[in-house]
């Protein structure tokens, strides 16, 4: 059941990391969250305000023939602007699932991949230079010569900073 569930999860971050990281996802999460942001919050100010107003109308609300306009314009408006404030927040959630997929896809890439920090191309445990760009991938320490992750800041083996 978890055989190979390593590499399996490193061959499906890396797609994901190559969209949601890539120009064009970042312009359209752009976008989405300029427009969205903006018509949430218009929407759900404008609910509010006809809440409040149709809530307060008072005896201001009925005249002689029936409902005033102090209470039919607020009952009436309230519907489209929530309509707008959930649609904004619909559209603002695009562009957020964007931001955190570009995230936790790097957060993964740190965790569970073995990758060229140059390039991004898969590299195994003991290559020295990746094969695609050929960036040196290792680092080695200067005190006791031990090869380390280039992710890593310090030697695994005597804790020495790495150069």
Same mark, same amino acid.
């Given at each position: 059941?978890?055989?190979?569930?390593?590499?399996?999860?490193?061959?499906?971050?890396?797609?994901?990391?190559?969209? *949601?990281?890539?120009?064009?996802? =970042?312009?359209?999460?752009?976008?989405?969250?300029?427009?969205?942001?903006?018509? *949430?919050? !218009?929407? %759900?100010?404008?609910?509010? !305000?006809?809440?409040?107003?149709?809530?307060?109308?008072?005896?201001?609300?009925?005249?002689?023939?029936?409902?005033?306009?102090?209470?039919?314009?607020?009952?009436?408006?309230?519907?489209?602007?929530?309509?707008?404030?959930?649609?904004?927040?619909?559209?603002?959630?695009?562009?957020?699932?964007?931001?955190?997929?570009? %995230?936790?896809?790097?957060?993964?890439?740190?965790?569970?991949?073995?990758? +060229?920090?140059?390039?991004?191309?898969?590299?195994?445990?003991?290559?020295? %230079? +990746?094969?695609? +760009?050929?960036?040196? !991938?290792?680092?080695?320490?200067?005190?006791?010569?031990?090869?380390?992750?280039? =992710?890593?800041?310090?030697?695994?083996? +005597?804790?020495? =900073?790495?150069?």
């Amino acid at each position: 059941m978890f055989r190979n569930l390593h590499e399996t999860i490193k061959a499906l971050n890396a797609d994901v990391k190559t969209v *949601a990281n890539c120009q064009k996802a =970042k312009k359209l999460r752009k976008r989405l969250l300029a427009i969205g942001l903006p018509l *949430a919050i !218009v929407g %759900y100010a404008g609910a509010l !305000v006809c809440f409040i107003l149709f809530g307060t109308a008072g005896s201001k609300a009925f005249g002689e023939n029936g409902f005033t306009a102090r209470l039919m314009v607020p009952f009436f408006l309230a519907i489209p602007c929530a309509l707008i404030g959930a649609i904004g927040t619909m559209i603002a959630s695009l562009g957020f699932k964007i931001v955190i997929t570009g %995230y936790t896809a790097n957060l993964i890439d740190e965790t569970v991949g073995n990758n +060229c920090p140059n390039c991004g191309e898969t590299i195994t445990p003991e290559t020295q %230079y +990746c094969p695609k +760009c050929g960036t040196h !991938v290792r680092k080695e320490c200067s005190k006791c010569h031990h090869i380390n992750s280039h =992710k890593n800041d310090y030697c695994e083996k +005597c804790g020495n =900073k790495l150069d």
